[in-house]
């Protein structure tokens, strides 16, 4: 499977597209770090964006609090729902950028 990491700057109008059954440390080995964000007016503290096979993909913990650790359910959102297919298929073969 081929994919990039890609830049915040291009998931404008993107949307919610499924979950990932995942934790954070699955998503770290397979996607590398999150991006990170600490303002109180954001509704994602961690975030990964990643283009896999020509489809750009977001992964992020929308409106929890990762203080627990605990989180198995993220978010994926995308343009077209092979957005959330993509990923779970990247989790599930432990492929690595």
């Known amino acids: 499977m081929n994919y990039q990491r890609q830049t915040s700057n291009v998931i404008n109008g993107s949307s919610f597209q499924g979950y990932a059954y995942a934790t954070k440390q699955q998503l770290i080995d397979v996607f590398g770090a999150p991006e990170l964000y600490s303002s109180p007016e954001s509704k994602t503290t961690h975030q990964w964006v990643i283009n896999i096979e020509g489809v750009l993909c977001t992964i992020y913990d929308y409106k929890e609090n990762l203080d627990t650790g605990k989180i198995e359910a ?21 492929e690595t950028l």
């Open 74 to 94: 993220w978010h994926i959102g995308g343009f077209v729902a092979a957005a959330s297919t993509l990923v779970n298929l990247a989790l599930k073969n432990e």
